[in-house]
């Protein structure tokens, strides 16, 4: 167990530990971005993640595969090596959205549900490290050598999205990052990553955006909605255009999502400007996104070649009243109605057939 006393405030921390504090933040941060980098481009950043977090991203319906005859080769989890292909998922855009400490809680309950479901990991185990680690000392090293093997596995999982640090796996000592001690506590992480994270954004009527950011990250992010045109030191400018915006919606990314994401990151100049984002341009999305659900498509049985006019009815009616009809021609006596309640149809007519 650990010593669970007061965790120290940052200004508490001796001026000694200055290197370790801003190693661990250092830390912290790449390892987390590496798992965001890779949610947006898999391709590029397939070999800064182990194999073993992708699965928990896969498992979590962040990822998907774009090859479902994909058989993976047997490798050690801590590998780097998979080259599944994979793309993002609507649920992953609204992950990206979310502040961080939401992101880490959502990643640790699937996270968790991962080690039970696929690993029979011991679940209590698990929840009490966390509770151990969030309420430990920013900057103190502990030890982990009377861990059980369970304990040592879940340790493990945390240090490869940057909860903890370890200098090797074969020491066993580590260090918690602001990651892990801010989940219970509910204050800022204090990272300069998140002191920096304001809106950058801003939206013109002519759907040009500027991107006031040299974040790859958030290029990388803007990229998937969006035509990169120029690319300055802290500056990019990109288009929104047709073809841009249904390559997101063929990844499943809603048009509202993109509006939200665009508002929620919109720059502080235009904090005050109503409304945030053009209306030309929330309204040219939606129109973009609705294009693709003008046409709806069902299993159908076509009927025709009625006796008269009542069998018709008849059956019109009753393929009305259990909602299965799709499509009718009263004088020419025909009707398509869904295959799913065919059955019911076809025992219908059979009941009420005339003699």
């Known amino acids: ?82 080259d599944e292909p994979v793309v993002l998922t609507a649920a992953a855009f609204q992950f990206l959205l979310w502040n961080r400490k939401v992101q880490i809680w959502y990643f640790m309950i699937q996270l968790l549900e ?19 680690l969030s309420f430990s ?14 304990k040592i596995e879940f340790l ?45 954004i801003i939206v013109e009527t002519n759907y040009r955006i500027y991107a006031y950011t040299d974040s790859n990250l958030k290029i990388s992010l803007l990229a998937l909605f969006s035509d990169l045109m120029f690319r300055f030191p802290n500056m990019v400018v990109a288009s929104l255009t047709r073809e841009s915006v249904r390559e997101a919606f063929k990844m499943g990314i809603t048009g509202q999502q993109i509006v939200n994401f665009l508002r929620s990151n919109a720059h502080p100049h235009i904090s005050s400007r109503k409304p945030i984002l053009p209306e030309t341009v929330s309204d040219q999305i939606h129109f973009w996104y609705n294009e693709r659900n003008r046409l709806k498509f069902f299993d159908g049985v076509f009927y025709g070649q009625f006796n008269s006019d009542d ?18 021609n009263d004088s020419k006596r025909l009707m398509v109605a869904k295959k799913s309640s065919h059955d019911a149809i076809k025992k219908f007519y059979k009941q009420n057939k005339p003699k």
């Open 1 to 82: 167990m650990f010593n669970l006393e007061k965790p120290l405030r940052e200004e508490q921390v001796s001026s000694s530990d200055g290197k370790i504090i801003e190693k661990l933040d250092n830390y912290a941060i790449e390892r987390w971005e590496s798992i965001l980098k890779y949610i947006v481009n898999p391709k590029d950043a397939k070999n800064q993640i182990c194999n073993s977090t992708k699965e928990v991203l896969k498992f979590a319906g962040l990822m998907k595969s774009v090859d479902e005859n994909y058989v993976p080769a047997h490798s050690d989890k801590d590998d780097m090596t998979s």
């Open 114 to 132: 991962y080690c039970w479901q696929k690993n029979n990991q011991d679940l209590s185990e698990c929840l009490t490290l966390l509770f151990e």
């Open 137 to 150: 000392t920013f900057g103190k090293e502990y030890s982990c050598e009377n861990y059980s093997e369970n």
């Open 156 to 200: 493990q999982e945390l240090r490869k999205i940057g909860l903890v640090f370890m200098k090797t796996r074969k020491i066993k000592r580590f260090y918690p990052t602001r990651l892990v001690i801010q989940l219970a506590n509910g204050v800022n992480t204090g990272l300069e990553c998140e002191k920096d994270d304001k809106g950058y």
């Open 311 to 328: 069998d018709f009815l008849s059956l019109k009616n009753y393929a009305r009243d259990i909602d299965a009809l799709i499509w009718f």
